[in-house]
């Protein structure tokens, strides 16, 4: 995270492609998920704060960035999705997983994209999930973009107004993003205690 950060701060107006890359490939690809998304935003809105980067920039692209790849991420699971759930041996990628997982998206479908957005892992795999599963195209853009702009406005200028109002952010910028991705994981846990307490009850 601090490398990439620091070729952002050094990269001059290269510095908007990288974001954009990063948060495209973050979003689209299901095994790009080690990449920074949330901590970036945040970064980016401090980074934008301070005048390194122009914030009128910064959130149109990262906005593009986030919605592009998920897009990239539906075709790719339309394309290639259902040829992944074809082995009946493997754990992940078996048929069964599949049809659970059009069953899951025709319920929470919706909440699967906007929410997402919020929580790593599941932000990188949503897109290619929602195509593999067939998700209505129209129903699958409206949230895209939806999620999508409520997840790279909100962080974005979280970090640029706390930038702004608090003398030396930047002394607390490492522990504020931790605490960033602890809140992002905290939907994760929550669904995790709740699914375990209906499988006690069944």
């Known amino acids: 995270m601090e490398s990439l950060i620091k070729i952002i701060e050094h990269s001059g107006n290269w510095g908007y492609l990288v974001l954009f890359l990063?948060?495209?490939?973050?979003?689209?690809?299901?095994?790009t998920f080690f990449l920074p998304g949330d901590s970036l935003l945040f970064t980016t809105g401090f980074l934008a704060s301070t005048g390194v980067l122009n914030i009128e920039l910064v959130i149109p692209i990262l906005f593009v960035g986030a919605v592009s790849g998920y897009m990239f991420g539906y075709g790719l699971g339309k394309t290639i999705g259902e040829k992944l759930f074809v082995n009946p041996d493997s754990f992940w990628f078996n048929p069964k997983r599949l049809i659970y997982a059009r069953s899951f998206y025709d319920t929470y479908g919706a909440k699967t994209i906007v929410i997402g957005r919020f929580v790593p892992v599941v932000r990188s795999f949503g897109a290619?999930?929602?195509?593999?599963?067939?998700?209505?195209y129209k129903k699958f853009m409206f949230y895209n973009?939806?999620?999508g702009l409520?997840?790279?406005?909100?962080?974005?200028?979280?970090g640029f107004f706390l930038g702004q109002v608090i003398p030396g952010a930047h002394l607390y910028l490492t522990p504020i993003i931790l605490g960033i991705i602890f809140v992002s994981f905290i939907p994760v846990a929550v669904e995790y205690i709740q699914s375990r307490k209906k499988k006690t009850l069944q």
């Open 22 to 31: 990063t948060l495209f490939f973050e979003s689209g690809l299901p095994f």
């Open 128 to 136: 290619t999930i929602a195509g593999a599963v067939r998700m209505d």
């Open 145 to 147: 973009i939806t999620g």
């Open 150 to 158: 409520v997840w790279t406005v909100g962080l974005t200028l979280f």
